[in-house]
């Protein structure tokens, strides 16, 4: 993306020489949970991933963003730390700006129109995972997720432990319900990928996960 077409490049160009572009290669990481930034990054090409990982191995999918979002440790803004690891799930572009750089451009209310608007957009999609988790069954999440991202009636993904990355579900819990989906006659899984054999019935499971997430096309929103 050329930076004069990013959304907030009316509000950063007087302050280009104060920001830097900043490049990571895929698996690269942008910053750890152990370290104190205090930068704040803006994604022109690519994607990142932010992800918890506790001291025992144990990981938890925060969010996963591309161009055209913030990213960094905006939970200190809060006077909060998630702890969390930001990384490169591919090669990324992103523009670096200072905190002294953000001070200034909190003066701007266009700007921080922009900024609150794109990160409370991603706290209420983490919140609705969430809320999700708890209020369905796994099968029922599934059978969504598989739809949704198929084309051609096949869905393709990595590997099974990024799948379950992705859903934040246990091996042992993704392979029961594959198996249950096949006993089914629903899904054949295939290697790094599950063909759909029968839509109609993965529609019927997967009704109030879709009800949950359609929109109800109100004019009311915010604009950038």
């Known amino acids: ?8 490049y009316d509000h950063i160009k007087d302050y280009l020489d104060e920001i830097s572009i900043v490049s990571y290669k895929k698996g690269q990481y942008i910053t750890r949970s152990s370290e104190n930034l205090e930068e704040i990054f803006f994604i022109l090409d690519g994607k990142v991933k932010v992800e918890c990982i506790t001291k025992y191995g144990k ?3 925060v969010d996963e963003l591309s ?3 913030f990213v960094g440790k905006i939970s200190y803004m809060h006077d909060q730390n998630l702890f969390c690891d ?11 700006i200072d905190k002294n750089t953000f001070k200034k ?21 983490m919140y609705k995972k969430l809320m999700m988790k708890d209020l369905f069954k796994f099968e029922e999440l599934f059978a969504f997720h598989i739809l949704k991202n198929s084309k051609n009636n ?7 432990y990024s799948l379950c990355k992705v859903l934040s579900v246990s091996r042992k819990g993704l392979y029961n319900t594959i198996n249950r989906f096949i006993k089914e006659n629903c899904i054949r899984k ?3 990928s599950i063909v759909i054999l029968d839509r109609q019935y993965l529609n019927k499971i997967s009704t ?7 929109t109800n096309g109100s004019d009311l929103k915010f604009d950038i």
């Open 59 to 61: 990981s938890f999918l």
């Open 208 to 214: 109030h996960v879709r009800e949950f997430n359609e």
């Open 1 to 8: 993306m050329e930076l004069k077409d990013i959304c907030i």
């Open 154 to 160: 096949i869905f393709k993904f990595k590997s099974m």
């Open 105 to 125: 451009l909190q003066q701007s209310s266009d700007f921080m129109k922009i900024f609150l608007l794109k990160t409370s957009n991603r706290i209420y999609y």
């Open 67 to 69: 161009e055209n979002e």
């Open 86 to 96: 930001i990384k490169a799930t591919s090669n990324a572009s992103l523009l670096k």
């Open 190 to 192: 295939d290697e790094n």
